[in-house]
């Protein structure tokens, strides 16, 4: 991919228009159980070959299709690198922390000096010996009580204000929200039969932090220590926002997010995307689409349920997804948006009930493509397709070229 | 691409004759008007698909085609880095400043210390304020009687020499040839309202080009002061020749250009070719290969007007100009050159009306090729062919390779 700065030179503010409709873990894989075993054979389909897909497939006759890698060749990515490959980002140069992440994955808006931290519940012997990292998986009443308990005894350490928020079982995160804080190392010694770590200065900056956070594991000890099961408290990642530059500054735009779970728009917030509101159907995602249509110039569409149908090895209800979209494809088209991209952000084989790294199909529809013919919107036709096999952070050059949105480089 | 310090361990001198044909701007975007109002369908032909070009087709089925991308995907290039990377260089690495361009673009022969600017005749208030940055786009009559004034009063400012040449409207060359002068800023402030800036000397070695510069700038002021509109200079891109390693010196070649623009003779120097006499005609061109072909071993044979017509949005003439290359594919032939590549620097897409970022046809054909059977050399059939779609940077080696040029890497 070309450098930022340079792809930031090049860049002009235009009133076309790009949508990104990235359908969650769309890829997958065959399935070949009753064919052959479970053995691979020519029969098999991918839950979007499966799919009946009569508008995905008529709009690949006249785009361009290619296949992208989210990473690299083999690798299986987690949602934010694969997100930020999509936005034009290089993932490997701008890392996001465990505990920005889950922040963002719990809907809060983090600001720039903020100090995110995962936490887990955690249990401790007379000693102070961890002997369980996971509090027994405390259900998810108890650690909102134990979560509250907290919050109403601790407001702030030093000039610091302290956040704490449940996330599932026994896992919570807390923002420490000040001047002059910093990245500091964990308190999880990552294994039980040891001691919580204490926080240690290893550069110059993180004195603060330090003590903070020191402080707060002291306070949380002696808050809990009656507690049963969660009488400690185990921080990891403990991270800022990372300072990327936003789409708005890199390319230009103004964009904007449609998404129904909180990770995805903290993920687009990160960019500098506003947050549209939009319900919690994907049908209330199109219409938001529709309504905001003319206040932004790039707009990205997040379908979540292909990706969790796909953890859920579900591949029945995968495909009913990606059927419910390809329902909505025309009313999408009928907006007439100058560039359309229809992409994933990685894999989600029902086989793998998990991410895979498999090629993403990518489908680019704009007046300034050279149509390859392709018949069906599918992985393995979109491997055989105009733009070939590409990396995924080269997607949004690709968009805003197509958009008249990027300058000559050079003369 | 493998670095050059690798490549020019690999390079051996041998007898064999590799023939580079650049097609400008070969590539192009389906004309759909007719077919569906403009909107992308199945029916759209390229400018190089519309072409009746039965040589390249019929070379095209014994040969090894491919797509290349000239810088990066989405990236439309000018035709200095596309180019350079046709001709093995980093494009990302080896940048041409504006001033030398220029110079290369009107036909100036530029030495390694030469420092090069570019010139606008502007109009200045009494205030020395910049009140048209363009003279009121002088003719290009006045241009070359204001530019014969200065040269005729300023030919030397302390030892160092200097040769203004006019373009094109109020646009000027302008060379110092001296000892020890080094890049500086730009003198022109890019907007009206504001004084042509001072140079200042921003790091060690600009004392003396900064001296000299602001010297001109200030005698040309005086010279100039009773033109009613081209009473200042504004001088952009002011830099000297990039070091880059010659052919000779990486790869071991003997190379030679024939091309009519005087651009892409400036480049091919600027990589150490030898500029061969040729007339003005794709006839010409042909001619001089012939003539020159038993003295040099690596020939770059530039067709300049595909693009001058894409440019231009002239589908039809752009297509003439491919069918008249073409016709030319059975003389080149008959040469037997061991290596021939037939390839475009960048699409230049009537519909456009200027360069794009598509990917360029590339044919392919020596003695140790896998012919790919692809029936057409056109964009879409080359995406599909043996080599896939690669960074026009891979072209030099693969073109060295097929001649047995380059040894084993490691052991």
Known sequence: MIPEAEIKKLSIKTDSKIVLLVIDGLGGLPAYAEASAGRPDTNGKTELEAAHT???DKLARRAVCGATIPISYGITPGSAPAHLSLFGYDP?????????LEALGIGLELAAQDLAARGN??????????IDRRAGRISDEENKRICELLQN?????????VLIKPGKEHRFVILFRGEDLSEVNDTDPQKTGERTRKIE???AGQEKSARIVNEFVHLANEILKDEP????????GIC??????????????????????????????????????????????????KKNFSAYDFFYLHIKKTDSYGEDGNRKNKIKIIEEVDRFILQLLELNPDVLAITADHSTPALLKG???HPNPFLLYSKFIRVDGLKKFSERECVKGGLGIFSATEAMPLMLANALKLRKWGA
Chains 1, 2 share one sequence.
């Open 355 to 357: 991410h895979s790294w």
């Open 54 to 56: 009569p508008n995905l």
């Open 153 to 161: 005894r601790i407001k702030q350490i030093e000039d610091v204000h």
């Open 229 to 236: 099961k969660a009488n400690t408290v185990l921080l990891r």
């Open 92 to 100: 490997l140069k701008h890392e996001i922390g465990r505990g920005v």
């Open 121 to 130: 519940f955690a249990t401790m012997d007379k000693e102070g010996i961890i």
């Open 240 to 289: 800022k926002y990372p300072a990327i530059p936003s789409m708005k500054e890199l390319f230009k735009l103004k964009p904007a997010a449609i998404a129904t779970y909180p990770m995805y728009c903290g993920l687009a917030r990160l960019v500098g995307m506003e947050i549209l509101d939009s319900g919690l159907t994907i049908e209330d995602e199109f219409r938001a689409l």
């Open 201 to 203: 200065v290893s550069r």
